[in-house]
C-alpha cells in the first residue's frame, strides 16, 4: 500500500514532442503529489506539486494531471527540450504530516535534438 | 542563498567499518530529512529531524541512525557498514515541520557511499 508505481522506466522524445510519465498510488491517505528532476551528480530538485483537490497543475511547460479516482497521476512536458534530458521521479505523501516521501522508481528521460 | 551542503561528496569505507555523513541546510531551515538513492531500490526514506528531535523513521536496521543539532545542521551514522550500504545519501531540508506540503524539500547533491 504504500508503493508508487511510474512507467515509463525510460523514454527517448523529439525536441519539441510531448513527454509524459505516469504514476500509480494505493494509500489513499496520500494527499501530496510532487515531481522531482534530477540530473546525473545531483540531488533531485522539486519541479512541480499537486494535492488532491485539484485535477489538474500547470507551471510553464510543466504540467500534472490527477485522477484521484483511479489514484493515478501524470507529468506531461510539453515542447520538451534536450536541456529537459533528466530522470523524473514521482513521489506521495502525507504532505501535511511528514516529509517522509514514497518515491516512484524513476523515468529516464532523453530528448533527442 | 546557499543550497543544502553535504559532506564529504564521495566516501570509501571497508566492510565493517562505521561512517558519519554530514549535511548542512539552508540557512533558517530547521527541519532536515535523510533518504538513501541505490539502484535496485530507488529513493528511500530514512529519518526526519525537527528541532533536534526524530519525527520519523524509515524502515531501516538500527545501525543507521542520525541527529540534529540545535543549529539544524544534521549527521548521520551508519555503523558495522555492509557491502549493500553502498549508495548515494541524499539530505533535503525544508523551512519548517509542517509536512512536505507546507514546506517544500530542498535536496543537497548527496554523499556517494562505496563500501568494499
Known amino acids: 500500500q504504500q508503493q508508487v508505481k511510474q512507467s515509463p522506466q525510460s523514454l527517448i522524445v523529439q525536441k519539441g514532442g510531448i513527454s509524459i510519465i505516469n504514476c500509480a498510488y494505493e494509500?489513499?491517505?496520500?494527499?501530496?503529489f510532487p515531481w522531482y528532476q534530477q540530473f546525473p551528480g545531483k540531488g533531485p530538485a522539486l519541479l512541480i506539486a499537486?494535492?488532491?483537490?485539484?485535477s489538474e497543475k500547470k507551471e510553464g511547460r510543466f504540467t500534472i494531471s490527477f485522477n484521484k479516482r483511479a489514484k493515478q497521476f501524470s507529468l506531461h512536458i510539453m515542447d520538451s527540450q534536450p536541456g529537459d534530458s533528466a530522470t523524473y521521479f514521482c513521489?506521495?505523501?502525507?504532505?501535511?504530516?511528514?516529509?517522509?516521501?514514497?518515491f516512484g522508481t524513476g523515468t529516464l528521460l532523453a530528448v533527442q535534438p | 542563498k546557499a543550497g543544502v551542503t553535504q559532506t564529504p561528496r564521495y566516501l570509501i569505507k571497508t566492510r565493517g567499518q562505521q561512517v558519519t555523513l554530514s549535511c548542512s541546510p539552508i540557512s533558517g531551515h530547521r527541519s532536515v530529512s535523510w533518504y538513501q538513492q541505490t539502484p535496485g531500490q530507488g529513493l528511500q526514506f530514512l529519518f526526519e529531524y525537527f528541532s533536534e528531535t526524530q519525527r520519523n523513521k524509515g524502515n531501516f536496521p538500527g545501525r543507521f541512525s542520525g541527529r540534529q543539532f540545535s543549529n539544524s545542521r544534521s549527521e548521520m551514522n551508519v555503523s558495522t557498514l555492509e557491502l549493500g550500504d553502498s549508495a548515494l545519501y541524499l539530505c533535503?531540508?525544508?523551512?519548517?515541520?509542517?509536512?512536505?506540503?507546507?514546506?517544500?524539500?530542498?535536496f543537497g547533491n548527496g554523499t556517494r557511499l562505496t563500501v568494499t
Open positions: 533535503a531540508s525544508s523551512l519548517e515541520g509542517r509536512g512536505a506540503y507546507n514546506s517544500p524539500l530542498h
Open positions: 494509500n489513499t491517505a496520500f494527499d501530496y
Open positions: 499537486i494535492r488532491p483537490d485539484v
Open positions: 513521489a506521495a505523501s502525507r504532505g501535511g504530516a511528514t516529509n517522509k516521501l514514497i
